[in-house]
């Protein structure tokens, strides 16, 4: 997909802005590297206790093939790939896999047909791995009674391990869809003067992201104004937004299967009390912070301490009430978690978010948040969206 994104703040002099060299470098977005995914999935099978491995998750399946249909599972082991699934992707199934550079057999037909093909491949396997994760207990049922001459062996995200560490090709999609998001609330935040309702500003927000070229929004955008902003996934509501009272706004957009993350508070004029106005600097902080503290190395952990030293430091601690990020890719939520019980260390070529915040009950709340590229040295901001709170 080509997303036409074009910032309506251009530079007088003629040249691009962040956002639109995001923009323009995003438009033709580069082949990513599927074809090698599955025999680094196989080189992981030894040591997971298993020969072959049933793919259940279809945002695994789609990684390790590029097929993006709604129904199929992977079957992998040491010669050869299966992937089945049913009559509405004959078509696509073979365009997709051709396409990625995969080498598979695919089994077209019902469920009877798809279980006899899967028992068949996996024959002379004696210890068959499911995902643990995501099998559920009925499919676990079934597969006994299929694959009844071996072992079945829970694996313990397999193919997650893979996707952490994230190629040219998917950074690539990543930041065409931060630029939509960045375009998307650059082209509607003075439609917040008129102080539509939180529930009319998120539509029109997603409305954007989906003109600009987003294929969806990343999940139901959060808009929350007032007391809403202290519930940190509040739903937007028919509630009009009011001058002076801060609204947290958090939103991402889907390209080609890959979400952004970025949460942005701003307020129609200033701030109508001082502590408000406190808690947007506590944050801001805090957040700095954090992004400084990203680097390849460094513990998930020590992330979230940053950010939740500089909030309690400023008397908030107790009002930062979440973890400080997550990872981010073909799913929203990734590995790893930046919290207070993370033990991952961070990697070059992890998306991660930093979005510390806090939240006052019936007062308001604040949360800031960006996705970066975790890098030797330090992090490469994904999210350029400007952080000023004040909308006049």
């Known amino acids: 997909m080509t997303p036409l994104v074009r910032s309506s703040a251009s530079h007088e002099d003629g040249g691009l802005n962040e956002v639109e060299a ?210 940190p996934h509040a739903r937007p509501s028919d509630r009009p937004i009011e001058a002076g009272e801060l609204v947290v706004i958090d939103f991402g957009a889907l390209v080609d299967g890959y979400h952004s993350d970025m949460t942005r508070t701003v307020c129609v004029g200033e701030p109508r009390t001082e502590k408000l106005q406190e808690i947007v600097e506590v944050v801001r902080r805090s957040q700095a912070a954090g992004v400084a503290a990203v680097r390849a190395g460094v513990g998930a952990k020590d992330v979230d301490t940053v950010c939740r030293a500089s909030i309690a430091d400023a008397g908030y601690g107790d009002r930062f009430v979440h973890g400080t990020g997550h990872g981010v890719g073909l799913d929203i939520h990734e590995f790893p978690i930046l919290g207070m019980t993370a033990t991952a260390n961070l990697e070059s070529g992890f998306v991660v978010t930093v979005e510390p915040g806090v939240y006052l009950p019936d007062e308001g709340g604040v949360r800031i948040e960006d996705s970066v590229v975790v890098t030797v040295d330090g992090c490469r901001p994904l999210t350029h969206a400007p952080k000023d709170l004040v909308i006049a």
């Open 22 to 231: 995001i923009a323009s470098a995003a438009m033709v977005l580069p082949p990513m590297n599927v074809a090698t995914r599955i025999e680094r999935l196989r080189a992981m099978l030894d040591g997971a206790g298993c020969e072959a491995l049933v793919v259940t998750n279809l945002t695994n399946v789609r990684y390790l093939t590029g097929f993006t249909g709604s129904a199929g599972m992977l079957f992998v082991e040491g010669t050869r790939t299966l992937l089945v699934t049913d009559g509405r992707y004959a078509t696509q199934s073979a365009q997709q896999l051709e396409a990625a550079g995969v080498v598979a057999d695919i089994e077209i037909g019902p469920p009877a047909e798809q279980q006899a093909a899967l028992a068949k491949a996996a024959s002379g396997a004696r210890r068959l791995g499911l995902e643990g994760g995501h099998a559920t207990w009925a499919q676990q049922r079934a597969f006994v009674e299929l694959f009844g001459h071996a072992e079945l062996v829970p694996t313990d995200n397999l193919v997650e391990q893979l996707r952490r560490v994230k190629d040219a090709g998917e950074l690539a999609r990543i930041e065409a869809a931060a630029a939509i998001a960045d375009e998307a609330l650059e082209q509607t935040k003075k439609r917040l003067l008129e102080l539509p309702s939180e529930r009319d500003f998120g539509i029109e927000l997603d409305f954007a992201m989906r003109r600009l070229g987003a294929s969806d929004v990343s999940f139901e955008t959060i808009v929350a104004a007032g007391p809403n902003g202290a519930k």
